[in-house]
C-alpha cells in the first residue's frame, strides 16, 4: 500500500492509501472523544463555571460545525464521491449556522460581565414576572407580556444576538433559493448548467456562503473582539477562551478562497484538499470551547476536595483538645501555603468594614458579585431594623412594611430565581422557606405595571437613614477606563439596561397606586429571616472566593515587596 495515492484528490475511486486511512481514523478517533467532551459539559451543565456559559447554545453550534468538520476529513478518502449538491449544502448552511451560533454564544461574556458591572454600581434591577405568573400556561395577555419581553430583549440587551438570528435565516433563504434556481444542482434551474465534479464546486453559487463566512469571521469576530477590549481576565480563562476561538476563525476563509480560486496551491490541494484550511481553526474552537470548562471543572473539585479535607481535619481538633497545638493556626491565621486557609472572621471584618475591593474583585475575576452584594445587603438590613422601629414613633405596622419591604428587595433582586438576573446558590428548603415569606407579595411587585419612573432611591426602603451622597463614587477599585468592569458608567444608564423590562424598587409610602397596598406582612417575618441563606453564602464565599482573593492580594504584596 503506498502512503499516499501519486493523483491525489482526482474525482476519481475512493482512495485507500495511508493518508486516507489515516485521516479517516483521526477524525473517528477524534470525533469519539469530541462526542464524550460535550456529553462531559452537558452532565455537569450545572456546574458554577459551566452554568453561567451559554452551554447548550455553545454545544448546538459545535456539533453543527462538526458536521463540517467530519466531512471535510472524509474529502480525499472519497475523492469526490458524494453530490455536488451535498458539499453545497454543507458548505452554505452547516459551517454559517454553526459559526452563527458559536457568536451569538460568545454574547453571554459581555452580558455577565455588564450584569456583573451593575453590581457594582449597586443598581438593584429585576426582571419582571408575567401576568398570571404561577397560574399554569396563562391566557392571551399572558403570552402577549411573553412576546413583548422576548422583543424588548432581542432588540435591545441581545440586539447583537438577533441580527445574527436575522443572518441565519437571510443565508437560509438565499442559499434554498440559489439551489433551485441553478441546473448545477437539478434539471429546472433557470441558470448554469451541469458540469463536471471539479467545476461544479466554482461559481456564482458559492458567492453567499463565501459572504457570510467572511461576515461571521471578519465582521462580527473583530466586532465581538473590541466590544470585550475592557474585560479583565477571569479566574474561568472565559475571556482567553474566546479570544482564541475568534482569532483562530479568521484565517480559513482567506486560504480556502486561495485555494479554491488559484493555481498557486495546485499541487497542495491534492492532498489538502480547498476546505481542509478551515480544520486548524474549527478544531481550535472545539478544542478551547470543550477544554476550558472541562479544566475548570476538574479544578474545582479538586480545590474543592482540599477544601473539605482542611475542614474535616480541623472539625477533628475542634472536638478533640488534646490534639489542639500550633496546627490550629492553619485556620485562625492568614497563609498562603498549601493545606491553610484564611479564617473566617477576615472576611467578616470586610463584610463589615470596607467590601468593595472585595467586591469588584467577585464580580471582574469570579463573576459572582451576587454573593457579597448579598451579605453586605443582609448585614445592612439587620442594622437598619431595630433601628427603624427606633425611630417609627410607635407605628409598628409602618415599621414592620418598611423593614419587610427592604427585605423584599433583597429577595426579589439577589434570591428569587424568577426576578432575580443572578440568583444566589441555596439549599432548596432554604429557598422555600424564603419563598413562604416573600413568594406573594414578589408576584404582586414584579407583576405589577411599570410606572412611568422606575428609579427609587435607597431611602425609600429606609426612609429615616441618611441618603447618600451623590457626588461619592460607588467604588474606588480603579479609575483606568481599560479596567472593565470597573469603570465608571454614564448617569444616563445607570438603571437601564438598553430598555430591558427591569425596575428598582420599592415606594416608601403605601398607597392605593402601591402593589403592596393591604398586604399583611407575614408572622414569619423578623430580623432573622435570611440567617439561614446567609450563613450558607457566606460560608460558600468564605471556602471559595475569599481564599482566592486573599492569596491574591498576598500574590501583589509579595511582588511589590520585591
Known sequence: MVYANPAGHNWGPKNTDVYALTTVAFAVIYSVIFYAACVYLFIYRNHPCVKMRKINLSLMALLTLHVYLFMVFMVYYLNGRFPCSVEFWIMSIYLPLGMGFYQASNQDLLRVSYEQ??????????KRLPPGYGKGLGGPRYWQWRFKLWWQRATAQKGLEALICVGIIAQF?????????????????????STSPALCRRGLEWLPSIVWQFVWAWFFGPLQLWQMRGIRRDIYDWRDQTYISIIAGLFGTPLWLVAVYTDSLGNVNKYWVPAMWFVPGLMTIEIVTLGFPIYQIRKHVKAKRAVDQILEVFDVKKRDPKLMGSEHTSMTAPSTRSGKMFPMSSLEECLRSNPSELQAYASGKEFK????????????????????????HGDINRARMITFKSALSIFVCYVHTGTAEFPINIESP??????????????????????????SSISDVTPWAEPPDPATPALSVSNSKSDFPMHSLPSSHRYSNGGESRDLIIPRESGEDDPLHGFIVPGEFNDNVFNEAFESIKFM?????????MAMKHRTSTISDT
Not at 117 to 126: T, V
Not at 373 to 387: M, R
Open 173 to 193: 433563504t438565499i442559499s434554498l433559493l440559489l439551489y433551485c434556481m441553478s441546473r448545477k444542482f437539478n434539471s429546472y434551474g433557470i441558470f448554469s448548467h
Open 430 to 455: 432554604i429557598y422555600k422557606k424564603l419563598a413562604m415569606v416573600f413568594g406573594r407579595a414578589t408576584t404582586l411587585i414584579a407583576t405589577a405595571q411599570p410606572e412611568s419612573s422606575c428609579n
Open 541 to 549: 464565599v468564605w471556602t471559595e472566593t475569599w481564599q482566592r482573593f
Open 369 to 392: 458579585g451576587e454573593n457579597i452584594v448579598f451579605l453586605t445587603k443582609v448585614l445592612h438590613f439587620k442594622q437598619q431594623y431595630p433601628v427603624i422601629f427606633s425611630r417609627a
Open 117 to 126: 458591572y451593575r453590581l457594582l454600581r449597586n443598581d438593584e434591577p429585576y
